[in-house]
């Protein structure tokens, strides 16, 4: 009697984490599983999802409180893993081989790969994405290229930028430095800091105004008072539906790039319907459905084509493939960098 309860309670589990192991319990951004994406995948996977909408604060803070269970599936922005793994354990490695890598851009998912390894271990792939880079009116300010132009006579007092770190990062990039190779080394990072410092404050009396938020921008480059500045490429093109001569442009140095990435925290129990619901979206045909809800591009190799003919259009005068390929993709911020680069805004801010 004992044997048949026991080999009946085997079974009973069995049976249960294998109903558990369709439901797909996905944590992630709004746009990114939209309604329409999530019924396909649901008709052609027989799994079902259950999608929790967050941010990468409430999801690392979700997956720390359970030691990462809960959820199946994540989305934080490539930045948020390192750190997290290697404080709380988290996540798990992702099996590389259970993708289909040919759906991925090689080096969106190269660049992923490479900012989210710990120990060896794979932890993330590459989602969806977006840049800063140069909104510019290219009737007024076409000789602008890269971030360093924005110090040029040319455009002198009709120049935006945020005293933020993305300006920082741009010019140092622009400058010939390569600020993200300098993160493990202080005093390498500090020399570069003080570079970009000293082309800031000459660059001071080109600047209109320096942006806080991003309708005064769109504001200050709709009205002609800016004609050329730092901002997002989403930014740029919608700029671009009310005067064709604004537009995004990657600089010649690179733009800016962040990623939200999968991954799969520690204690997900469907990891075969985390690994099918990557694959599904990452077709060319569903990403562009995730940006049109999103707003935003994915990883997905080919899928511009399949996106809305304006944006398509867009996208695709903004980022040739060359200037994908250059997108420099922001990695984990060591501690001790953010004070440098405060002290540095600072004293551009107070400069005559």
């Known amino acids: 009697m004992t044997r048949t309860f026991l080999l009946t309670t085997t079974l009973l589990a069995t049976l249960t984490g ?9 944590l992630t951004w709004g746009g990114y599983a939209p309604d329409d994406v ?12 259950e999608v929790t909408k967050s941010n990468n604060e409430e999801m690392i803070a979700k997956l720390r409180a ?28 992702i099996d590389v081989s259970k993708l289909n890598k040919d759906l991925f851009i ?4 190269e660049a992923t790969m490479k900012n989210t390894t710990v120990d060896g271990e794979v932890y993330g792939v590459p989602h969806v994405w977006g840049t800063s880079g140069l909104v510019v009116n290219t009737a007024e300010a076409g000789s602008v290229k890269d971030y360093t132009d924005l110090c040029a006579p040319e455009v002198a007092g009709k120049v935006s930028y945020r005293l933020k770190r993305p300006t920082l990062i ?7 430095e390569d600020p993200f190779a300098a993160y493990g080394d202080e005093a390498k990072y500090t020399e570069i800091m003080e570079k970009v410092e000293a082309k800031l404050i ?45 537009t995004f442009v990657a600089p010649a140095s690179g733009a800016l790039g962040w990623i939200d990435t999968f991954v799969l925290p520690a204690k997900g129990q469907a990891d075969d319907a985390a690994y099918d619901w990557i ?56 501690a001790g960098l953010e004070q440098i680069e405060g002290g540095v805004l600072d004293r551009v801010q107070a400069a005559n």
């Open 18 to 26: 294998a109903a558990q192991a369709d439901t797909l319990r996905l």
């Open 38 to 49: 999530v019924q396909m995948f649901e008709e052609q996977t027989g799994h079902t999802v």
């Open 66 to 93: 359970t030691g990462g269970g809960g959820f199946d599936l994540a989305q934080p922005s490539q930045d948020r893993i390192m750190g997290p793994q290697q404080e709380f354990g988290i996540y798990k490695p």
């Open 106 to 109: 090689p080096s969106m998912l």
């Open 170 to 176: 741009g010019f140092a990039f622009a400058m010939g």
């Open 202 to 246: 000459e660059c001071k009396a080109n600047v209109k105004a320096y942006w806080g938020g991003g309708d005064e921008l769109m504001n200050l480059v709709r009205s002609g008072e800016v004609t050329a500045s730092m901002a997002w490429d989403t930014g740029g093109w919608k700029l671009n539906d009310d005067n064709k001569d604004i």
């Open 279 to 334: 694959n599904f979206v990452m077709q060319p045909e569903i990403a562009a459905k995730i940006t049109a809800a999103a707003g935003n591009f994915t990883a997905s190799k080919g899928a511009d084509e399949f996106a809305e003919d304006a944006l398509k259009a867009k996208y695709q005068a903004s980022f040739p493939p060359e200037a994908v390929d250059n997108i420099k993709w922001y990695p984990p911020v060591p």
